[in-house]
């Protein structure tokens, strides 16, 4: 079972999922008055007077941040997905998917 999850995952979900995230992260209120509010920070940041070498250090912690929150986006997406499977399948719902 936990072999037949991670192949589909790896082959088949991440079209899938991007889709399907995109589509409700456009259509949620909250989602969108945080990027708006995050493209007005970006503009104000841009604005400051910092000495490039702590820029640099404020950009890649910000860039690591964005990574780590789109990672765990993404694995939770992808867990929700396995636990799905699995419980319909322990439910009877769908036939025994074996490897």
Do not use: W
């Amino acid at each position: 079972m936990d072999k037949f999850v991670k192949k589909l995952v790896k082959n088949h979900l991440g079209a899938f999922m991007n889709k399907s995230i995109d589509a409700l992260a456009l259509a949620d209120e909250t989602y969108l008055q945080d990027s708006k509010a995050a493209d007005e920070l970006e503009e104000r940041y841009n604005a400051l007077n910092i000495p490039e070498k702590d820029r640099i250090v404020i950009n890649d912690y910000i860039a690591c941040l964005a990574t780590k929150e789109h990672k765990m986006r993404d694995l939770a997406y992808l867990a929700g997905v396995a636990d799905s499977i699995k419980l319909f399948n322990g439910l009877g719902a769908i036939k025994d998917l074996g490897a």
